[in-house]
């Protein structure tokens, strides 16, 4: 038996599109048994009601991809996932199932004469597979992360460094009931983007690494974006909303990812009241949020990460 728990995951965070991510304490859990032949899935928690039970499951999937890579086989799997991350959200939820069937094969490997993969082959093959590497490298690293990749003619190289978030930052989550996806919001996104615009998100992109690192009190004007959150307002206009609200409250307020979730990042330990009740008479669950650990797998004897 194999087990991992890995972290939901924010994206972007403004102006960081598809390269800055920042892992969130909010956990899904997988275990995986082997058997002689056949497949079991078992889902509980977010998701439980929608998701394929069967080959197509996306932990299902990314637990072939990890055996195939690390070049070993099981005639028949048992999957019980345990899943805390909300689908459709803009919570990572799908780089989280990634990661985790990647690390529970990590646990499988350790029972046998295999390699486990490393966290630079974790990051690569989640990316490559799942196609986020700012939400994919945060899962795997946890804390928050600067991704990048290098495309060398059909392959892209994936990779990620760590950054020490400072310890006055505290975060919180605005979770509305709708849902949507990347998918549906990307296509609102225009293809090409002036100069302006991107020397904009070039310089704020760098100022969120330094205010996420060492000055927070930079943080409202580094997750200033003009490239993706105003192009999606009209796919999610309460979230839009409440974003501009909170903004106007000088908290630096960023979509989570392709939303319709929110993040907020403060030097303050709570938002301010009247945003609050704003945001719970509009349907927005407001959580305070903890940084996220990097994944974690087991081999049924010894946690390793």
């Not at 903004?247 to 301010?272: D, F, K, M, Y």
Request: charge should be negative.
């Amino acid at each position: 038996m194999a087990s991992a728990v890995v972290a939901a995951s924010s994206a972007n965070l403004g102006p960081g599109f598809d390269s800055i991510g920042l892992a969130l304490g909010l956990y899904d859990e997988t275990t995986v048994e082997t058997t002689e032949s056949g497949l079991v899935v078992a889902v509980e928690g977010e998701g439980a009601d929608h998701v394929p039970l069967g080959p197509d499951h996306l932990v299902v999937r990314a637990i072939q991809y990890g055996l195939q890579a690390v070049g070993v086989s099981a005639p028949g799997l048992v999957v019980r996932c345990r899943n805390a991350i909300p689908h459709s959200r803009g919570l990572g939820s799908s780089a989280a199932a990634v990661v985790g069937g990647l690390a529970a094969v990590n646990g499988l490997v350790a029972q046998t004469d295999s390699k486990p993969l490393d966290e630079a082959q974790l990051i690569q093959l989640s990316s490559e597979f799942e196609g986020h590497p700012d939400n994919a490298a945060a899962a795997v690293l946890g804390g928050a992360v600067v991704s990048w990749t290098d495309r060398r003619g059909d392959r892209c190289d994936y990779s990620a460094v760590p950054l020490r978030i400072h310890p006055n930052i505290h975060l919180f989550s605005a979770i509305p009931e709708a849902r949507s996806s990347t998918a549906e919001t990307r296509v609102l996104l225009p293809a090409q983007v002036s100069h302006d615009a991107a020397r904009f998100n070039v310089s704020r992109a760098a100022l969120l690494v330094v205010a996420l690192t060492e000055r927070p009190d930079l943080l409202v004007a580094a997750t200033e974006d003009v490239l993706h959150q105003a192009q999606r307002a009209p796919a999610m206009p309460a979230s839009a909303e409440y974003l501009r609200l909170l903004r106007r409250h000088n908290v630096a307020a960023t979509l989570s990812g392709a939303g319709p979730s929110l993040i907020a990042l403060t030097t303050e330990p709570q938002l301010p009241a009247d945003a609050m009740a704003y945001g719970a008479a509009t349907g927005f669950t407001i959580t305070e949020m903890t940084v996220g650990d990097r994944v974690r797998w087991s081999s049924g004897v010894t946690a390793r990460g």
